[in-house]
Nanobody, 122 residues
Framework: QVQLVESGGGLVQTGGSLRLSCAAQGTIFRIVAMGWYRQALGNSERELVASVNAGGGINYADSVKGRFTISRDNAKNTVFLQMNSLKPEDTAVYVC???????????????WGHGTQVTVSS
């Protein structure tokens, strides 16, 4: 099984910065992609914030382009999300996701962290 350990959330003022990290641990054969989703209070759906795949391909939500940067340390199975110029509408629980194979002979699975709260005050 794959476990995701997140850190870095907190409270920040508008215009401030935070850096999230997520380390994949456990039985990992190969990671296909890692990324961050967020779910705001009262919203039933998670929104993709940013993701990076094994080949280095990166996707961002339009709402965070130019402000957030995702990066990955392949050797440590860790993904980072640098969030700058934060806005109140960025307030949400940020959840790490990894799409990974735990073994060579099983299909890949989607694994989720517990989430970390990011609150941006106006």
């Amino acid at each position: 099984q794959v476990q995701l350990v997140e850190s870095g959330g907190g409270l920040v003022q508008t215009g401030g910065s935070l850096r999230l990290s997520c380390a994949a641990q456990g039985t990992i054969f190969r990671i296909v992609a890692m990324g961050w989703y967020r779910q705001a209070l009262g919203n039933s759906e998670r929104e993709l914030v940013a993701s990076v795949n094994a080949g280095g391909g990166i996707n961002y939500a339009d709402s965070v382009k130019g402000r957030f940067t995702i990066s990955r340390d392949n050797a440590k199975n860790t993904v980072f999300l640098q969030m700058n110029s934060l806005k109140p509408e960025d307030t949400a629980v940020y959840v790490c996701n990894a799409r990974a194979y735990s073994s060579y002979d099983v299909p890949f699975g989607d694994y989720w962290g517990h989430g970390t709260q990011v609150t941006v005050s106006s």
